[in-house]
């Protein structure tokens, strides 16, 4: 897993600190915001693999906090933590800020590390997939271009057990 910035947003000090503890061994670097308007200043100084919000806060929610950050940084991947269990506030959340996953307080410090690092590691899968997939259209730029200028180099003749035949 490659160094990823996580962000917490809690409008409760001690949450922050309990997130904090809890995750402290991960190779990550945390940073920590109390509010939503914190958390986006917070965004758009530097770039964060994954936030992790609190649903209830005050002045803007968790559900209007982590739609922006889909809004704003959409490659970046979100999670909410939440008291309560309200299946129409994790509709919401997935519908209109695309959250990848709901942790419910009190939560186990262990699931809690177990989710953060199966995020992340998405986040690297599908960064290598978006990187390979890059050096094959690389490669199908080189083979047209060859295929212009020589008609049929690209072209290959197989047996019937798939092996390459040669002509000579």
């Known amino acids: 897993m490659t160094r990823h910035a996580v962000l917490l947003v809690d409008d409760e000090k001690n949450v922050l600190n309990a997130l904090e503890r809890s995750l402290r061994k991960l190779p990550i670097t945390l940073m920590t915001a109390t509010s939503g308007a914190e958390g986006l200043k917070l965004l758009s100084a530097r770039e964060v693999s994954l936030v992790v919000s609190d649903y209830r806060m005050p002045n803007m929610d968790g559900i209007t906090f982590l739609k922006q950050v889909n809004e704003r940084h959409p490659h970046t991947l979100t999670i909410m933590l939440t008291g309560q269990a309200e299946m129409s506030v994790a509709m919401?959340?997935?519908?209109?800020?695309g959250v990848y996953k709901f942790i419910l307080k009190p939560w186990n410090d262990e699931d809690l590390r177990i989710t953060l690092v199966r995020a992340l590691e998405s986040i690297d899968l599908a960064d290598e997939r978006?990187?390979?997939?890059?050096?094959?259209q690389r490669r199908d730029t080189i083979l047209g271009e060859l295929e212009r200028k020589y008609p049929g180099i690209t072209k290959l003749d197989r047996d019937e057990e798939g092996y390459l035949r040669l002509e000579g």
């Not at 919401?92 to 800020?97: S, V």
């Open 130 to 136: 978006d990187r390979l997939l890059r050096k094959v």
């Open 92 to 97: 919401q959340a997935i519908n209109e800020a």
